[in-house]
């Protein structure tokens, strides 16, 4: 079973319209992370949620809003695409600090992508 | 500015050989990680070092962490052509944020 999971793989959209983007994690994590990845592979972290609740919010568009239903779900909505939105969109999971586990906290498990291109 | 920030950019080595792979960062951490990234996937993770810890190993991966330097290095020896990736160092900051740098391209030449 695919640890960390996203919808859709890929994204082919134009300039102006709304989309969204699906993670789920099954491997009962506490955080869960949005990342965007330029052309240049600069991985920068947008938003984070502990158990439903933003605790990292970067210097991001508002045309990006995170919504989390549950703690096993991070879904991305961007409004009113750009040509500059085009990235690699990764969802990523971890386990509470405090807690730890076999593999170490903070340990990040990555979702596989979403490669959004906006013509 | 980025708090990660590894070095070379790009390396081209043969099979066999070691590769070396430099990370600063500018701020104090709680732990420093190291992750690889294969063309068209996710980030996996390698290794954790912690902010008192000098040295690690796992398997054929060695990392250093010297914080009097801010820096760290991911070293794989004996590389494989199945080694060939992106080699990103996170730096966790004293307030929880993980701050990945660049990354380091590694093509292993078989």
């Known amino acids: 079973d695919t640890a960390v999971s996203q919808t859709p793989k890929y994204l082919v959209t134009q300039m102006g319209n709304d989309k969204s983007i699906k993670c789920e994690q099954n491997l009962g994590h506490d955080t869960m992370y949005w990342y965007k990845q330029d052309s240049k592979k600069f991985l920068k972290i947008m938003f984070s949620?502990?158990?439903?609740?933003?605790?990292i919010n970067e210097t991001v568009p508002n045309r990006f809003s995170p919504k989390s239903p549950d703690k096993a779900h991070l879904n991305l909505h961007i409004n009113s695409l750009e040509l500059g939105d085009s990235a690699v969109y990764f969802c990523?999971?971890?386990?509470?600090?405090?807690?730890?586990?076999?593999?170490?906290?903070?340990?990040?498990?990555f979702g596989p992508g979403t490669r959004l291109t906006v013509l | 500015s980025q708090q990660g920030e590894e070095d070379p950019q790009a390396l081209s080595i043969q099979e066999g050989e070691n590769a070396t792979m430099n990370c600063s960062y500018k701020t104090s951490i709680n732990n420093l990680q190291w992750y690889r990234q294969n063309s068209g996937r996710g980030l996996v993770h390698l290794i954790l070092?912690?902010?008192?810890?000098r040295e690690k190993h796992s398997g054929r991966l060695r990392v250093t962490l010297d914080t009097s330097k801010k820096s760290s290095s991911l070293l794989i020896t004996a590389s494989r052509a199945a080694d060939t990736a992106s080699y990103f160092c996170?730096?966790?900051?004293?307030?929880?944020?993980?701050?990945f740098g660049p990354g380091t391209s590694l093509s292993v030449i078989p």
């Open positions: 996170a730096a966790k900051t004293s307030y929880d944020k993980v701050i």
């Open positions: 949620y502990n158990n439903k609740e933003l605790i």
């Open positions: 990523a999971s971890s386990q509470d600090v405090l807690a730890g586990t076999l593999w170490g906290p903070d340990t990040q498990y």
């Open positions: 070092i912690r902010s008192n810890e």
